[in-house]
């Protein structure tokens, strides 16, 4: 009989980890994180205003007036994700053009294709803007679990509500 260890004990679960609470994944943590892409994406332009909201257009922005100081447009790239670490449903937003380039080529890969078909890795190093850098690695094509399908169905995303600046987990 294996003997339970003190946090099993505690919490009466084994294994029990503290639930993430973010439904965004926008910055990727030291090491790596493995996703898979549940959604197609959607893309445009997004700055921070002077509140430090996201203001986001399908469309390269012409006039802005009340951008964040210090602040810039992005071109971005958002879909649902199944976070494998958090074990959740989440909201990726990529900005990375170091990233993009390498999922793009994937997408573009006869063998690779459509990127809902496997889990990928990023893995990040570094910790500052200057020396941050990021891999990409494709895992083996597998079918989705059917726990991460019911989580989907469960969780409905609306991510055109993006641009509305609205909760894409609201959905009515």
């Given at each position: 009989?294996?003997?339970?260890?003190?946090?099993?004990?505690?919490?009466?679960?084994?294994?029990y980890k503290?639930?993430?609470?973010?439904?965004?994944?926008?910055?990727?943590?030291?090491?790596?994180?493995?996703?898979?892409?549940?959604?197609?994406?959607?893309?445009?332009?997004?700055?921070?205003?002077?509140?430090?909201?996201?203001?986001?257009?399908?469309?390269?922005?012409?006039?802005?007036?009340?951008?964040?100081?210090?602040?810039?447009?992005?071109?971005?790239?958002?879909?649902v994700v199944?976070?494998?670490?958090?074990?959740?449903?989440?909201?990726?937003?990529?900005?990375?053009?170091?990233?993009?380039?390498?999922?793009?080529?994937?997408?573009?890969?006869?063998?690779?294709?459509?990127?809902?078909?496997?889990?990928?890795?990023?893995?990040?190093?570094?910790?500052?803007?200057?020396?941050?850098?990021?891999?990409?690695?494709?895992?083996?094509k597998t079918?989705?679990?059917?726990?991460?399908?019911?989580?989907?169905?469960?969780?409905?995303?609306?991510?055109?509500?993006?641009?509305?600046?609205?909760?894409?987990?609201?959905?009515?």
């Amino acid at each position: 009989m294996t003997k339970q260890t003190n946090q099993d004990e505690f919490f009466g679960v084994e294994g029990y980890k503290i639930p993430a609470t973010n439904d965004y994944l926008n910055k990727f943590p030291q090491g790596e994180t493995t996703f898979r892409i549940l959604s197609n994406a959607v893309v445009g332009y997004e700055y921070f205003n002077n509140d430090n909201k996201p203001i986001r257009s399908k469309v390269q922005f012409e006039n802005i007036t009340d951008m964040k100081e210090g602040g810039s447009v992005k071109h971005f790239w958002s879909f649902v994700v199944w976070n494998y670490k958090d074990e959740r449903i989440q909201i990726m937003e990529v900005t990375q053009k170091s990233i993009m380039t390498a999922m793009k080529a994937l997408i573009d890969n006869k063998s690779w294709g459509n990127p809902r078909e496997y889990d990928i890795s990023i893995t990040r190093k570094g910790t500052t803007m200057n020396d941050t850098e990021y891999s990409i690695m494709p895992n083996p094509k597998t079918e989705l679990s059917e726990v991460i399908k019911a989580v989907q169905l469960a969780r409905p995303v609306n991510l055109e509500a993006l641009f509305a600046g609205e909760d894409p987990f609201k959905v009515a």
